[in-house]
């Protein structure tokens, strides 16, 4: 497989062509921001742990009959992936009350649950990516009814499998971000990336933070803690 030209940079990713018109190559950063941008750093070594560990979440999910864009581990920050057009929603599942719904509502973090939630914001860094619900989304023309019952299956079936796979590992999975895409002949698949940039995964037993939001609220401990949670999950594997 041949890497061709960059089509993209992202925030945290660079995306390039192949010599397959299916296939895309992306490059994972340690570059991180947060806030829409406003806020701009590095994590020394996070774009090797967010590659491998989205990699392997994403071949369990596999494993579980849920279809991803994965198909090849290049390098330490490398990997071969289906080219999708991406849904411009980003979906996030909850468990625990965290992060802007403890803000936009008002109630403290950590609140648990009975039954987790799901819900849409448009993807769209000018806008700020606003929250949106599914007959806004339908208006928008950004899915159709079913892509968006489809999305929402997948997206609490892997909120259930990974729930168990970090519970395993000692980590409690508060709530994550996941986007997906359509294959050329409409399949939805999942997209993007699982790690503890998109992810908030709390240490079971002290409640310490184990993600991105050690970046965002400069608690201290980034490296430290993106390594952590990798190693869970490579004891994991080796247990
Ligand atoms: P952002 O665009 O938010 O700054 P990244 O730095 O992670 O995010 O850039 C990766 C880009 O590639 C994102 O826009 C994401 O939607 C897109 N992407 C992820 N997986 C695929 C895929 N399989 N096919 C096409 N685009 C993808
Ligand atoms: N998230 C993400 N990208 C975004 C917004 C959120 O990966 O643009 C993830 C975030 O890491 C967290 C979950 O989605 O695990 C819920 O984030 P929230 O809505 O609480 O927003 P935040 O306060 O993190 O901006």
């Given at each position: 497989?041949?890497?061709?030209?960059?089509?993209?940079?992202?925030?945290?990713?660079?995306?390039?062509?192949?010599?397959?018109?299916?296939?895309?190559?992306?490059?994972?950063?340690?570059?991180?921001?947060?806030?829409?941008?406003?806020?701009?750093?590095?994590?020394?070594?996070?774009?090797?742990?967010?590659?491998?560990?989205?990699?392997?979440?994403?071949?369990?999910?596999?494993?579980?009959?849920?279809?991803?864009?994965?198909?090849?581990?290049?390098?330490?920050?490398?990997?071969?992936?289906?080219?999708?057009?991406?849904?411009?929603?980003?979906?996030?599942?909850?468990?625990?009350?965290?992060?802007?719904?403890?803000?936009?509502?008002?109630?403290?973090?950590?609140?648990?649950?009975?039954?987790?939630?799901?819900?849409?914001?448009?993807?769209?860094?000018?806008?700020?990516?606003?929250?949106?619900?599914?007959?806004?989304?339908?208006?928008?023309?950004?899915?159709?009814?079913?892509?968006?019952?489809?999305?929402?299956?997948?997206?609490?079936?892997?909120?259930?499998?990974?729930?168990?796979?970090?519970?395993?590992?000692?980590?409690?999975?508060?709530?994550?971000?996941?986007?997906?895409?359509?294959?050329?002949?409409?399949?939805?698949?999942?997209?993007?990336?699982?790690?503890?940039?998109?992810?908030?995964?709390?240490?079971?037993?002290?409640?310490?933070?184990?993600?991105?939001?050690?970046?965002?609220?400069?608690?201290?401990?980034?490296?430290?803690?993106?390594?952590?949670?990798m190693k869970r999950l490579v004891d994991h594997e080796t247990?």
């Amino acid at each position: 497989m041949e890497k061709l030209e960059q089509l993209y940079e992202g925030k945290a990713k660079k995306v390039y062509r192949t010599d397959s018109p299916d296939l895309l190559i992306v490059d994972y950063k340690d570059d991180a921001t947060a806030f829409n941008g406003l806020k701009k750093g590095t994590i020394g070594g996070k774009g090797v742990i967010n590659n491998q560990m989205s990699n392997r979440l994403m071949q369990i999910l596999e494993q579980h009959g849920v279809p991803t864009h994965f198909v090849k581990e290049l390098s330490q920050r490398e990997t071969l992936v289906r080219k999708v057009r991406i849904v411009p929603l980003e979906v996030i599942v909850r468990n625990i009350s965290a992060g802007s719904f403890s803000k936009r509502y008002g109630v403290e973090e950590g609140m648990v649950f009975d039954a987790p939630t799901v819900e849409f914001s448009y993807k769209n860094d000018e806008l700020g990516d606003p929250l949106l619900n599914t007959d806004h989304a339908l208006a928008l023309k950004l899915a159709t009814a079913e892509e968006i019952d489809t999305i929402r299956n997948y997206a609490l079936q892997i909120n259930e499998i990974l729930k168990q796979f970090w519970l395993e590992c000692g980590v409690t999975l508060v709530d994550f971000k996941l986007e997906f895409g359509r294959m050329d002949d409409g399949t939805i698949i999942l997209a993007d990336e699982i790690s503890p940039d998109t992810s908030r995964l709390w240490d079971i037993k002290t409640g310490e933070k184990l993600d991105k939001d050690r970046f965002r609220r400069d608690l201290g401990g980034v490296e430290e803690a993106y390594e952590e949670i990798m190693k869970r999950l490579v004891d994991h594997e080796t247990k």
